[in-house]
T-cell receptor, first 113, second 109 residues
Framework: EAGVTQSPTHLIKTRGQQVTLRCSPI?????VYWYQQALGLGLQFLLW???????NRGNFPPRFSGRQFPNYSSELNVNALELEDSALYLC????????????FGPGTRLTVT | RKEVEQDPGPFNVPEGATVAFNCTYS??????FFWYRQDCRKEPKLLMS???SGNEDGRFTAQLNRASQYISLLIRDSKLSDSATYLC??????????FGAGTQVVVTP
């Protein structure tokens, strides 16, 4: 069974630019979660999407946004990039009856210069 | 106080030995917990879910103490491949998992 996939693997952007990250969940999973892990820091919850709707959001500014498509894949958009946005962005998915057991993709490493 | 606290380690463990470490959490209403392992610069991998008093999976045993609000992870017969950072995770509800900063384990030959 294929796991969670994310693209791109690495990305380098300039401050002020916009970026879109993509995630495909495990087949059969309807929930997608996004996390930020800055270097040396723990995972910080960003967003939760389920059945196409945003269900919960972490303490991040509105320039972090996303969406979930009918096939349950998801995008994370970050506008007006700042240097502090440099981090590993992880996507996870879970099944509806899994009590939030989340399975992670390999992540997208974003560097903002 | 952090919501999830872990001893960062490192715990240096001889191959074949047993190692155990704890994680404390602040929200007494938390219902479910997880242990993930994370290798350097890789994604976290789910190791074990803990819903009641504990769980066992091969060489790994997790214990939950709700009265004292801590979860422990014990690794028996440590292997070199067990070297990783172990993340304690608390389910806060509404899809939000609160991750601890991790405990580093180094298994030595």
């Amino acid at each position: 069974e294929a796991g969670v996939t994310q693209s791109p693997t690495h990305l380098i952007k300039t401050r002020g630019q916009q970026v879109t990250l993509r995630c495909s969940p495990i087949s059969g999973h309807t929930s997608v979660y996004w996390y930020q892990q800055a270097l040396g820091l723990g995972l910080q919850f960003l967003l939760w999407y389920d059945e196409g709707e945003e269900r919960n959001r972490g303490n991040f500014p509105p320039r972090f946004s996303g969406r979930q498509f009918p096939n349950y894949s998801s995008e994370l958009n970050v506008n007006a990039l700042e240097l502090e946005d440099s981090a590993l962005y992880l996507c996870a998915s879970s099944a509806v009856d899994s009590a939030y057991e989340q399975y992670f993709g390999p992540g997208t490493r974003l560097t903002v210069t | 106080r952090k919501e999830v606290e872990q001893d960062p380690g490192p715990f240096n463990v001889p191959e074949g030995a047993t190692v155990a470490f704890n994680c404390t959490y602040s929200n007494s209403a938390s219902q479910s917990f997880f242990w993930y392992r994370q290798d350097c610069r890789k994604e976290p991998k789910l190791l074990m879910s803990v819903y009641s008093s504990g769980n066992e999976d091969g060489r790994f045993t997790a214990q939950l103490n709700r009265a004292s609000q801590y979860i422990s992870l014990l690794i028996r017969d440590s292997k070199l491949s067990d070297s990783a950072t172990y993340l304690c995770v608390v389910n806060k509800g509404w899809g939000k998992l609160q991750f601890g900063a991790g405990t580093q384990v180094v298994v030595t030959p």
